[in-house]
């Protein structure tokens, strides 16, 4: 069975844009999202991502967006998927997904079973599904380094494709692939070494742990 694909999230440096695309992640987050330590100008956006080659996906996180700031963001940026991270309802996950045509993933945050009731409304509007972790004192909604249950998702299925995140790190990608079969892992505070900046090195050990997990 082939690994699953890995995702690179909060990217803002050529050089580490660079790393995780030679290492081979198929997907690169620009996280749209002001009070996130990872969060980025439309400007250096724009620039990596026309970095981005064919076959590699950019991917922009947003949380609540409005319509203002994804048709500003989308008007400068060019992003194949929108990765909504907030409190969206299935009804505007739909709204965002006819308006600007673009796949939409959904972030569901974990942290015990009841968490997984969203998932059928979400899944029927969605392109992808993403399971993130739920800490108790999160002040942020993702990028938390906090990991969940694995064993919660444990034997589920889904009519779409979905993404592992939460905590994730080179040390413990192996022993949640070992649980789960995602169709793609997702990384941000996992390799860092700082909240925010991103660390090559990291990058690539994740990448190839995920590689040699299975």
């Known amino acids: 069975m082939a690994p699953p694909a890995v995702k690179i999230c909060g990217l803002t440096t050529p050089d580490t844009l660079t790393a995780a695309i030679n290492a081979g992640a198929r997907f690169i987050g620009f996280v749209f999202y002001e009070p996130s330590p990872r ?7 724009k620039e990596l991502a026309l970095q981005i080659p064919t076959g590699v996906r950019s991917v922009g996180l947003f949380v609540n967006p409005t319509d203002e700031q994804l048709g500003e963001t989308l008007g400068k940026v060019q ?5 909504l991270h907030g409190d969206e309802s299935p009804e505007r996950v739909a709204e965002i997904k006819a308006r600007y045509n673009l796949e939409v993933m959904k972030a569901i945050n974990v942290r015990e079973e009841s968490d997984l009731e969203a998932i059928p409304s ?4 969605v392109d ?10 999160a002040t942020l909604p993702g990028g938390t380094g906090q990991n969940f249950d694995w064993s919660l998702l444990k034997g589920k299925s889904f009519s779409k494709p979905w993404m ?3 905590g994730l790190t080179a ?12 169709d793609a892992v997702d990384v941000s505070s996992g390799v860092e070494s700082a909240p925010g900046a991103k660390d ?3 990058i690539k050990a994740f990448i190839a742990a995920v590689k040699t997990a299975i």
């Not at 969060?39 to 956006?45: E, F, K, Q, S």
């Not at 979400?122 to 509007?125: F, G, K, L, N, P």
Request: proline letters at 5%; a negative charge; glycine letters at 4%.
């Open 200 to 202: 090559a090195e990291k």
């Open 128 to 137: 992808w599904l993403l399971f993130d972790s739920k800490p108790e004192q």
């Open 122 to 125: 979400y899944e029927a509007v």
């Open 171 to 182: 040390k413990n990608v192996g022993e949640a692939l070992a649980q789960l079969s995602p």
């Open 164 to 166: 592992l995140s939460g």
């Open 79 to 83: 992003i194949d998927m929108i990765q």
């Open 39 to 45: 969060n980025i100008a439309l400007d250096t956006a």
